[in-house]
Protein backbone atom coordinates (compact mmCIF):
# COMPACT_ATOMS: atom_id res chain seq x y z
CA UNK A 1 0.00 0.00 0.00
CA UNK A 2 1.28 3.64 -1.10
CA UNK A 3 1.32 6.06 1.40
CA UNK A 4 1.49 8.73 -1.31
CA UNK A 5 -2.24 8.58 -2.66
CA UNK A 6 -3.12 10.74 -6.21
CA UNK A 7 -5.85 11.75 -7.36
CA UNK A 8 -7.53 11.36 -10.04
CA UNK A 9 -6.06 7.83 -11.58
CA UNK A 10 -7.04 8.55 -15.07
CA UNK A 11 -7.77 11.92 -16.66
CA UNK A 12 -9.01 12.94 -20.04
CA UNK A 13 -9.09 16.48 -21.16
CA UNK A 14 -9.75 18.92 -23.78
CA UNK A 15 -6.79 21.39 -24.75
CA UNK A 16 -9.21 24.28 -23.52
CA UNK A 17 -9.88 22.87 -20.24
CA UNK A 18 -8.34 23.14 -16.61
CA UNK A 19 -7.94 20.57 -14.33
CA UNK A 20 -5.96 19.68 -11.38
CA UNK A 21 -4.08 16.56 -10.03
CA UNK A 22 -3.66 16.22 -6.81
CA UNK A 23 -1.49 14.61 -4.31
CA UNK A 24 -1.39 13.75 -0.50
CA UNK A 25 1.13 12.63 1.97
CA UNK A 26 0.72 12.03 5.58
CA UNK A 27 4.51 10.11 6.84
CA UNK A 28 5.68 14.04 7.82
CA UNK A 29 8.04 14.31 4.67
CA UNK A 30 9.16 17.74 3.78
CA UNK A 31 9.87 17.43 0.63
CA UNK A 32 7.47 16.38 -2.35
CA UNK A 33 7.63 16.27 -6.34
CA UNK A 34 5.86 16.09 -9.65
CA UNK A 35 7.01 13.34 -12.10
CA UNK A 36 6.04 13.37 -16.01
CA UNK A 37 6.81 10.02 -17.03
CA UNK A 38 6.36 8.50 -20.74
CA UNK A 39 5.94 4.97 -21.61
CA UNK A 40 9.34 3.01 -21.19
CA UNK A 41 11.18 5.84 -20.07
CA UNK A 42 12.54 7.15 -16.44
CA UNK A 43 10.63 9.60 -14.91
CA UNK A 44 11.45 13.21 -15.57
CA UNK A 45 11.49 15.85 -12.66
CA UNK A 46 9.33 18.70 -12.85
CA UNK A 47 8.79 20.39 -9.72
CA UNK A 48 10.75 20.45 -6.47
CA UNK A 49 8.64 21.64 -3.21
CA UNK A 50 11.22 21.73 0.01
CA UNK A 51 9.22 22.99 3.05
CA UNK A 52 6.48 23.73 1.03
CA UNK A 53 8.31 26.29 -1.25
CA UNK A 54 8.90 25.41 -4.71
CA UNK A 55 12.84 24.71 -4.97
CA UNK A 56 13.25 23.82 -8.21
CA UNK A 57 11.57 23.96 -11.56
CA UNK A 58 12.59 22.10 -14.76
CA UNK A 59 11.92 24.58 -17.17
CA UNK A 60 8.41 23.51 -17.45
CA UNK A 61 6.01 25.03 -19.34
CA UNK A 62 3.57 27.55 -17.55
CA UNK A 63 0.77 25.61 -18.88
CA UNK A 64 1.92 23.77 -15.92
CA UNK A 65 1.43 25.36 -12.52
CA UNK A 66 2.48 23.38 -9.16
CA UNK A 67 0.86 24.73 -5.55
CA UNK A 68 1.57 23.25 -2.15
CA UNK A 69 -1.04 24.36 0.05
CA UNK A 70 0.77 22.64 3.61
CA UNK A 71 3.60 20.04 4.01
CA UNK A 72 1.03 17.71 2.86
CA UNK A 73 -0.44 18.53 -0.29
CA UNK A 74 0.50 18.80 -3.51
CA UNK A 75 -1.47 19.93 -6.57
CA UNK A 76 -0.67 20.24 -10.25
CA UNK A 77 -2.88 22.90 -11.89
CA UNK A 78 -3.04 22.32 -15.61
CA UNK A 79 -4.16 24.77 -18.58
CA UNK A 80 -4.04 24.57 -21.93
CA UNK A 81 -2.67 21.41 -22.34
CA UNK A 82 -0.87 20.02 -25.77
CA UNK A 83 -1.54 16.03 -26.28
CA UNK A 84 2.26 15.54 -26.31
CA UNK A 85 1.78 16.07 -22.25
CA UNK A 86 -0.50 12.91 -22.12
CA UNK A 87 1.48 10.93 -19.85
CA UNK A 88 1.71 9.40 -15.99
CA UNK A 89 2.11 11.80 -13.55
CA UNK A 90 3.83 10.83 -10.42
CA UNK A 91 3.64 12.48 -7.21
CA UNK A 92 6.66 11.14 -4.61
CA UNK A 93 8.09 12.96 -1.25
CA UNK A 94 11.14 12.38 0.62
CA UNK A 95 12.41 12.50 4.54
CA UNK A 96 14.74 15.10 3.69
CA UNK A 97 15.70 14.32 7.57
CA UNK A 98 19.70 14.28 6.38
CA UNK A 99 20.12 16.31 3.96
CA UNK A 100 18.00 15.19 0.53
CA UNK A 101 19.15 11.85 -0.23
CA UNK A 102 16.78 11.28 -2.56
CA UNK A 103 14.58 8.56 -1.85
CA UNK A 104 11.68 8.89 -2.72
CA UNK A 105 8.12 7.81 -2.05
CA UNK A 106 5.75 7.50 -5.09
CA UNK A 107 2.49 7.63 -5.32
CA UNK A 108 0.59 5.45 -8.18
CA UNK A 109 0.09 8.07 -10.41
CA UNK A 110 -2.47 10.28 -12.53
CA UNK A 111 -2.94 9.05 -16.06
CA UNK A 112 -3.32 11.75 -18.02
CA UNK A 113 -4.57 11.71 -21.63
CA UNK A 114 -5.32 15.23 -23.59
CA UNK A 115 -7.06 14.90 -26.76
CA UNK B 1 27.45 15.60 -12.88
CA UNK B 2 26.16 12.27 -11.73
CA UNK B 3 24.83 9.54 -14.64
CA UNK B 4 23.02 6.03 -14.37
CA UNK B 5 23.42 3.14 -16.60
CA UNK B 6 21.58 0.19 -16.89
CA UNK B 7 23.05 -1.84 -19.85
CA UNK B 8 20.37 -4.06 -19.77
CA UNK B 9 16.94 -2.98 -22.10
CA UNK B 10 14.97 -6.63 -21.62
CA UNK B 11 16.11 -9.69 -19.49
CA UNK B 12 13.89 -12.98 -19.60
CA UNK B 13 14.45 -15.13 -17.10
CA UNK B 14 12.41 -18.53 -16.36
CA UNK B 15 10.38 -18.66 -12.77
CA UNK B 16 12.70 -19.70 -10.20
CA UNK B 17 15.85 -18.71 -11.67
CA UNK B 18 18.17 -16.52 -10.44
CA UNK B 19 17.84 -13.01 -11.10
CA UNK B 20 20.83 -10.10 -11.59
CA UNK B 21 20.23 -6.58 -12.95
CA UNK B 22 23.19 -4.42 -13.86
CA UNK B 23 23.96 -0.71 -12.84
CA UNK B 24 26.49 1.34 -13.25
CA UNK B 25 26.86 4.80 -11.70
CA UNK B 26 29.09 7.70 -12.32
CA UNK B 27 29.33 10.42 -9.17
CA UNK B 28 32.56 11.78 -7.68
CA UNK B 29 31.74 10.71 -4.62
CA UNK B 30 30.33 8.07 -2.19
CA UNK B 31 26.57 8.01 -3.85
CA UNK B 32 23.24 7.38 -2.42
CA UNK B 33 21.88 4.61 -4.35
CA UNK B 34 18.43 2.83 -5.10
CA UNK B 35 16.45 0.08 -6.52
CA UNK B 36 13.12 1.02 -7.63
CA UNK B 37 10.24 -1.25 -9.51
CA UNK B 38 7.36 -0.28 -11.45
CA UNK B 39 4.54 -2.83 -12.26
CA UNK B 40 2.30 -1.75 -15.64
CA UNK B 41 0.26 1.47 -14.72
CA UNK B 42 1.54 1.74 -11.45
CA UNK B 43 3.85 3.93 -9.38
CA UNK B 44 7.56 3.70 -8.50
CA UNK B 45 7.89 1.23 -5.19
CA UNK B 46 11.89 1.58 -3.92
CA UNK B 47 12.96 -1.83 -3.41
CA UNK B 48 16.52 -1.33 -1.73
CA UNK B 49 19.00 1.98 -0.79
CA UNK B 50 22.37 2.23 0.52
CA UNK B 51 23.52 5.12 2.50
CA UNK B 52 26.44 4.00 3.44
CA UNK B 53 28.21 0.95 5.67
CA UNK B 54 27.57 -2.48 4.66
CA UNK B 55 28.09 -3.38 1.24
CA UNK B 56 25.32 -5.76 0.70
CA UNK B 57 21.98 -4.43 1.33
CA UNK B 58 18.97 -6.60 2.01
CA UNK B 59 15.43 -4.88 0.38
CA UNK B 60 11.95 -5.45 -0.11
CA UNK B 61 10.15 -9.06 -1.96
CA UNK B 62 14.00 -11.05 -1.59
CA UNK B 63 15.98 -8.33 -3.65
CA UNK B 64 19.57 -7.70 -2.43
CA UNK B 65 21.73 -5.30 -3.97
CA UNK B 66 25.80 -4.76 -3.68
CA UNK B 67 28.08 -2.00 -3.61
CA UNK B 68 31.14 -2.17 -5.18
CA UNK B 69 32.88 0.75 -5.42
CA UNK B 70 35.99 -0.45 -7.20
CA UNK B 71 33.29 -1.11 -9.75
CA UNK B 72 31.15 1.94 -9.72
CA UNK B 73 28.21 -0.82 -9.68
CA UNK B 74 25.25 -1.87 -7.59
CA UNK B 75 23.48 -4.14 -9.19
CA UNK B 76 20.09 -5.93 -7.96
CA UNK B 77 19.64 -9.63 -7.23
CA UNK B 78 17.28 -12.09 -6.15
CA UNK B 79 17.58 -16.23 -5.79
CA UNK B 80 14.54 -17.21 -7.10
CA UNK B 81 12.43 -15.05 -9.78
CA UNK B 82 8.29 -15.55 -9.26
CA UNK B 83 6.30 -14.74 -12.09
CA UNK B 84 4.87 -11.13 -10.03
CA UNK B 85 8.21 -10.16 -10.25
CA UNK B 86 7.88 -9.38 -13.91
CA UNK B 87 7.91 -5.71 -13.78
CA UNK B 88 10.12 -2.52 -15.34
CA UNK B 89 12.85 -1.85 -12.69
CA UNK B 90 15.15 1.57 -12.57
CA UNK B 91 18.40 2.62 -10.85
CA UNK B 92 18.48 5.72 -9.25
CA UNK B 93 21.24 7.90 -7.59
CA UNK B 94 20.58 10.39 -5.07
CA UNK B 95 23.22 13.24 -3.95
CA UNK B 96 23.06 15.93 -1.09
CA UNK B 97 24.50 18.24 -3.07
CA UNK B 98 22.20 17.91 -6.23
CA UNK B 99 19.33 19.71 -4.22
CA UNK B 100 16.64 17.23 -5.17
CA UNK B 101 17.37 15.48 -8.30
CA UNK B 102 17.96 11.95 -8.43
CA UNK B 103 19.28 10.88 -11.58
CA UNK B 104 17.63 7.48 -12.87
CA UNK B 105 18.66 4.98 -15.33
CA UNK B 106 16.63 4.26 -17.88
CA UNK B 107 15.66 0.96 -16.90
CA UNK B 108 15.40 -2.90 -17.34
CA UNK B 109 12.08 -4.49 -18.35
CA UNK B 110 11.95 -7.91 -16.08
CA UNK B 111 10.15 -10.88 -18.10
CA UNK B 112 9.35 -13.94 -16.10
CA UNK B 113 9.14 -17.09 -17.99
CA UNK B 114 7.11 -19.67 -16.35
Sequence with gaps: DTEVTQTPKHLV??????KSLKCEQHMGHRAMYWYKQK????????????YEKLSINESVPSRFSP????????????????????????????????????ELFFGEGSRLTVL | AQSVTQPDIHITVSEGASLELRCNYSYGATPYLFWYVQSPGQGLQL???????DTLVQGIKG???????????????????????????????????NAGKSTFGDGTTLTVKP
Design chain 2, 63 to 97: FEAEFKRSQSSFNLRKPSVHWSDAAEYFCAVGART
Design chain 1, 13 to 18: MGMTNK
Design chain 1, 67 to 102: ECPNSSLLNLHLHALQPEDSALYLCASSPWDRGNTG
Design chain 2, 47 to 53: LLKYFSG
Design chain 1, 39 to 50: AKKPPELMFVYS
